[in-house]
Structure formats: structure tokens, C-alpha cells
């Protein structure tokens, strides 16, 4: 926001903050116009899928709310951060997100204090698992009435049974990568309690089931070559992508159920053999190769979408640490995100490769600015190092008043 408030004609620094930090203004309306836009500008339609996935902030300190040493998928490793669900609607080769959730930590929970402190609702104070929010972001899209034809998941939400099976009786489509070491039958397993053959012990009470069942892994290994199809998928900077698929109608459970769930498993693999992913796709049973290909493949734009939302609009760039200052902050950059998506859109016809980064340079360019000459740039630069001398001396008061002298020091200073 400080640099915002140095170039942006008319902008002043403690209004933009006072707008992300502590203004009282919904994040639920702002979805709903970007849901508007969305569809109004085609990006949202049967064709379109609701992509899901996370993404890690990394911070300093323990103030800024549900920060806490866990996975940063951005970085690969465990670091100190916080970490957002993000749903974005894609549909070709254009994405922007539409709904952000911060995820809140047990160990958040436990501290009531420690959430006051950080501006956390009352009714926000309460564990809910990356999944759960996975769920509820999917709810909240199609009650807002987006449209979209499939939602998409990562194997962190594909590995949830649970998840895929309340999408799947209400209704939706999904197309969830699985670990390699999902089990599957090419029969119905037909789950069911064994009888009792011993009177002594306890009698059997779990569900076993009457097929043999293996990995997606080992069925993969078990294919033989001439059974992959290669899939033309779209054009791409280096020529056509192409990549080559396995698709099989398989049985599936999750140890609870009495009854074993149908569906598409659908395998990708990379045309140099080094990379393999494994789908579950609820999709129906007449659902040819290519559009479950398509399906798999839109969901690498959700990854696209973060890149341009970090590089473009800022999306890490924060130093607020409440819980409304971080929804309101992303809440600005899924709106640039969608103005951008909505200008590529616009010009497809005339500059089909158009980017983001394009667009902001002619936004930078055309925007009034407040540097108009050399003395506005350096009265900036002045008024930059004032604030931050007076942040320095601020910080060396707070810290001679918690490192008070004792009547001893004093007395040996003497």
C-alpha cells in the first residue's frame, strides 16, 4: 500500500490502509460480483471448471492470523506461514480466483487470546479442515450461482474419500488427482461383514470386500503399451502439447460404505515417460477420452492463476497480520485478477497472446501518476525516509521501555 500511495494520483497512504486493515466492508459482496462477471463474461460455463488448491505465505514472527510452522507448498518444505484455499473458474486457457479462505490452525483455536488479538471472529474461533473449506468454497460457488461443469482437486483433497463422495451425491463433477497407492477393483468388491466363525472374541463388524483389489500404480504397470492414447490437448509456446492418457471404468471404497462407488480412473502420462498422474472422475459412463483429458488438463491454469496473481497483482505482497486486513487484500487481488482475465478475453480476437503482465504495463502506462517531475520524485523519496526514521525511533522507545534499567544498574551506572 505505501508504494501504491507514492504513484497513484490521488491516493493517500492511511486511507489505503484503514480501507484493507480495519474498514468494515464485506468480502461476501465482492464475490458475488465477481461471480457476476464470470459468467457474464463467458469465463463461467458448462465448459468452465471450479479448480481448488492452497497456497502458503510465508511470514516472520507469530502475530499475523493462523500463521504457524506447516506445509508452504510454494516453497516445497515446512516453513513458518499462513495458508489460503482458493477457488478459480477456468475455462481454456484463462483462470481467476473468486474465493479465498484462510485456514485456521488447531493450535489457533486452542488460544482464544491470541485470536482476539489477531481480529479473528467469534464464529471464525473454530477448527475447519482443508477440506471442510475445500467443500464450503464449492457450496458458496454454486449457491452464488457461478457456473462451472467440474470442480478440480490436487491429490491433497483427492486422497479424502469422505470429500469426493458428498460432492458426488450432491450432484457435482469432479476430476481429483489420487496418490499412486489408491486402491481400486476392476470388479464390484461387493463390501460386506463376514460371518462369525468363532464363538469366542468379538464378532467381525468391519466391511471386507470379495475382490481383490490393487493400486492405480500396479493396474498402470500391469498395461501394456499399444493401450495408452496419445491426446492432443492444446497449442502451446513450444508447438502442440500432447500427452498420453489410460482411462478405465473401476470400482472404488472407502471402508465405510456398503457399497462401492463406479468411476472413471483416468492416467496421464508425460510423452518422455518421466512423469505419471492418477485421476478419479465421477464424470458419466458415456464421457469420452478427450474431454476427461481436457478436464485433467485445466487444472494446471489454476497454478497459472497464482503465478499471475503473485507476479501482477501483488497476492503476496501483504504486511497485515488480521484476519479481515488478509481476506480484504485478496479480496483486491482476485478483482484485478478478473479485470485481467476479463481484458484477454476482450482482445482474444486481436492479440490472442496477450498476457497480464501486458496489461499492466499499459495500465502503468496510461494511469495518472503523482511522479510528474523531479521534484515530486524527490519529495517522495523525502517522505519515504521520514516514515521510516520515525518507524526506527518509534521501535527503539518500545524497546528502552521493555529493557528498563533495575535499581541495581542504575546504582552500578553511578
Known sequence: ??????????SDYHQLHHMISDAEWECAQVRMELVADANGHRLGSAQSGLLIDGSGFSKKGEKSAGVQRQWNGRHGKVDNCQVGLFGAIAKGDIAALVDARLYLPESWV????????AGIPKDCQVHRSKGELALDIVRTARKDGLSFGFVG????????????RILADEGETFMADVHCSQIIYSEDPCPHVPDRKNPRGRAPSCLVSQVEGETVAAWCARQPDGAWRRVLLRPGEKGQLMAEFLCARVYV????????RRWHLLIRRELDGTKVKYCLCNAAADVGLHELARMQSLR?????AFKEA??????AEYQCRKWDGWHHHMAMVMIATMFLAKERLALRDTAQLLSCEDVVQMIKHRLPTKIIDDYTLVSQIVLRHQRRDAAKQSAYRRKRRMLAP????INVSK
Open 153 to 164: 482437486f490436487d491429490g491433497e483433497f483427492g486422497q479424502l474419500p469422505w470429500l469426493l
Open 310 to 315: 503473485k507476479s501482477a497483482c501483488g497476492m
Open 300 to 304: 494446471f491454469f489454476v497454478e497459472q
Open 253 to 260: 471404497r472407502d471402508g465405510i460404505e456398503a457399497r462401492a
Open 1 to 10: 500500500m505505501e508504494k501504491m500511495s507514492e504513484v497513484v494520483a490521488e
Open 110 to 117: 486452542a488460544d482464544a487470546k491470541r485470536c482476539d488479538e
Open 406 to 409: 533495575t535499581e541495581f544498574e
